[in-house]
């Protein structure tokens, strides 16, 4: 298995552009969580799915974020507009069932707001 | 909710030292605990868990062990190599519910040869 994909590995962009980053979880895996890594405030969780269903999205920063996730093998996470305090590295990661194993996560993504 | 507290790093050691990471949580009920670690420019990798009380977790010649009376999970090692400096993550579930973890602040551990 390739494991979790996330896409793009980078990404730089102005202040008020629409950002989207992309997740693929592995195949089987029926929960997947979105996390925001900063310095500061560490590893945060921002949304979960459940069996593609949002379950919790009481991390989401603001109205700008949203998540999707359309179908088992994908899910993306909006950012509209990005402002320079949205920048981190923000994880997808996904689990054969919510908190029970361990979960697997992607490379991440690096978002530089500018 | 739950909450987890880790020691504050940077951590450094020699190579072959022992390391200790402390590990503290607060929960409802018993829950699974786990360490993940992270490599430099990588996504965190889950290093062991314990599922219920006085179990051990292991792997890579790193332990923890789930203890309830004192609600810790420090995690140790005998003899580092250059090859664990990384950050390394204690994590629980965030409720009793067994909903997504939630993630300590990171420890970073630098080791030196």
């Known amino acids: 298995d390739a494991g979790v994909i996330q896409s793009p590995r980078h990404e730089v962009t102005e202040m008020g552009q629409e950002v989207t980053l992309r997740c693929k979880p592995i195949s089987g895996h029926n929960s997947l969580f979105w996390y925001r890594q900063t310095m500061m405030r560490g590893l945060e969780l921002l949304i979960y799915f459940n069996n593609n269903v949002p379950i919790d999205d009481s991390g989401m920063p603001e109205d700008r974020f949203s998540a999707k996730m359309p179908n088992a093998s994908f899910s993306t996470l909006k950012i509209q507009p990005s402002e320079p305090r949205d920048s981190a590295v923000y994880f997808c990661?996904?689990?054969?069932?919510?908190?029970?194993?361990?979960?697997?996560f992607g490379s991440g993504t690096r978002l530089t707001v500018v | 909710g739950n909450s987890v507290t880790q020691m504050e790093g940077p951590v450094t050691l020699s190579e072959e030292a022992f390391l200790t990471i402390n590990c503290t949580y607060t929960?409802?009920?018993?829950?699974?605990l786990f360490w993940y670690v992270q490599y430099p420019g990588e996504g965190l990798q889950l290093l062991l868990k314990a599922t219920k009380a006085d179990d051990k977790g292991s792997n890579k010649g790193f332990e923890a062990t789930y203890r309830k009376e004192t609600t810790s999970f420090h995690l140790e090692k005998g003899s580092v190599q250059v090859s664990d400096s990384a950050v390394y993550f204690c994590a629980l579930p965030a409720n009793q519910a067994g909903t997504a973890l939630i993630f300590g602040k990171g420890t970073t551990l630098s080791v030196s040869s």
């Open positions: 929960a409802t009920g018993y829950p699974s």
């Open positions: 990661a996904s689990d054969v069932h919510t908190g029970i194993g361990g979960y697997t």
